[in-house]
């Protein structure tokens, strides 16, 4: 049997890690399944001419980022991920939930998490300024310029993830019984909050580029509705992006019937489309985003910005809601800002969605999908003769877990035949492999291909 041996060209930093990041890419490609032999490390030394103990340090770094484990006696073996879906015990692969981790940076940072402070652990550990302290509120300023949406520091107020956002959103403009403007496909969570704060929600019908303008117009005439909620670049299920013309007819809208627009940007990280309605309309606009997740969804850490006026009621919302957000999430992004992290993980998370999303379109090709060369998701329609629930109870009989349009459907005309799939759960690529091929089964009406039982 061919023993798999790492290949260092075109790789910088110490020996060990390359070797360590060799093993890693492989993981994540699917060259190196779980269960899979490495070479034992004297071999490993003689064929890359280097130490024993560099192969033995090579081995330990990519053991601590779960990639491989030891046993005695017998050699060193690929991993299987213990996330739920990738199991080599055949349990479910969930694609219901957005979330891509960069596990590679995340076992870099480990050492030096906390090297760059900006604020004293005394600070740290304290209250800060409702709005967010000064320093942080710069940090995310610069992050919203390198993903296209510039914006000042005193127009910020910090919030605890991109939810969290919505929440302040809405509570600095709405009150019960109000009704919100939505596209007719939306954000479920968003759905969530309407309800909870009990306010309606109107949707707007949609084409390639999201909303449409005329549906827009006779909603705000006939419901005299004053807010609007709605994500022009990467939409979520649908992965639209509006185009420059149509971003200026809705703020042209806008201005006419007096509407406070939440601009929900917490995929326009990935985006190549680098306008705004907030660049467009800023004193009208509540723009909402989050390095939960552009960067790691365990870090807290959200903004809306607004006008002057609207920052007052912003911060009045956060107050109400948690007092202030947690230090040290700013100070992490303070850190990852200034030596380069959070721009390797943009970069990283850009072309990891991009290649996924190449295998997606592959493996799903023949079957009519709206998504986003640069969207972590996929809105597919079935065929006529499934159902929507139908076929996400018959994905889930094959270890898959995908979101039904009803989450996301808004208003009374019935959820279309669809499911959103998302591609980045998987840790690697070859774990959304199969769940794709899946899917093609599925949709093909192949049965399921069968497992051994041992």
């Known amino acids: 049997m061919t023993m798999w041996l790492p290949n260092l060209e075109g790789r910088r930093g110490p020996v060990y890690r390359r070797i360590a990041d060799a093993i890693d890419e492989e993981v ?40 491989i484990s030891g046993h005695v006696g017998r050699g060193t073996f690929i991993r299987g991920h213990e996330l739920e879906g990738e199991s080599t015990g055949g349990g479910p692969i969930d694609l219901s939930i957005n979330i891509l981790m960069p596990d590679k940076e995340v076992a870099a940072l480990e050492p030096r998490m906390f090297q ?41 107020v910090l919030t605890m993830g991109a939810q969290h956002a ?40 949609m084409d390639a580029e999201g909303m449409r303008v005329d549906a827009l117009e006779a909603a705000c005439r006939s419901t005299k509705a004053r807010i609007l909620y709605c994500m022009p670049r990467l939409q979520n299920p649908t992965s639209a992006v509006m185009s420059e013309r149509r971003r200026r ?78 230090p040290i999430s700013g100070d992490l992004l303070c850190g990852w800002m200034e030596d380069g992290t959070a721009a390797r993980i943009l970069e990283w998370k850009r072309h990891e969605v991009a290649a996924r999303q190449g295998m997606a379109k592959r493996l ?50 019935g959820a279309p035949r669809a499911i959103r799939l998302c591609l980045g759960t998987p840790r690697t690529r070859a774990g959304l492999e199969q769940a794709l091929a899946r899917i093609a089964e599925a949709l093909a009406g192949r049965t399921m291909a069968a497992r051994a039982v041992v």
């Open 166 to 205: 919505l929440l302040v959103a809405l509570m600095a403009t709405v009150k019960p019984g109000d009704t919100v403007l939505t596209e007719e496909l939306t954000y479920s969570g968003m759905k969530d909050l309407g309800a909870q704060l009990h306010v309606k929600f109107r949707g707007i019908a």
């Open 116 to 156: 760059r402070r900006v604020l004293s652990w005394t600070e740290l550990l304290g209250y800060v300024p409702t709005p967010g302290h000064r320093r942080h509120r710069q940090a995310m300023a610069e992050w919203l310029a390198m993903t296209g949406t510039p914006a000042s520091p005193d127009r910020i």
């Open 364 to 413: 799903l090709d023949g079957y009519r999908a709206q998504t986003h060369p640069s969207s972590p998701h996929m809105w597919l329609h079935l065929p006529a003769r499934w159902t929507t629930d139908a076929f996400a109870a018959e994905m889930r009989s094959r270890g898959v877990i995908v979101n039904a349009s009803t989450a996301f459907s808004v208003g009374d005309e």
């Open 249 to 326: 007819q809705v703020a042209a809208l806008a201005e006419k019937y007096r509407l406070t627009v939440i601009e929900d940007d917490v995929y326009g990280f990935l985006s190549p489309e680098r306008s705004s309605l907030s660049a467009l309309i800023p004193d009208r606009t509540i723009f909402a985003t989050s390095v939960s997740k552009s960067l790691f969804p365990g870090i807290r850490l959200g903004c809306v910005v607004g006008s002057p006026a609207m920052v007052e009621k912003l911060t009045a919302a956060v107050w109400t809601t948690t007092i202030c957000v947690p």
């Open 28 to 67: 994540q490609r699917g060259t190196l399944r779980a269960g899979a032999r490495l070479p034992p490390h004297r071999d490993m030394a003689d064929h890359l001419g280097v130490t024993v103990t560099t192969v033995t340090r090579a081995y330990t770094e990519a053991a601590r980022r779960g990639l």
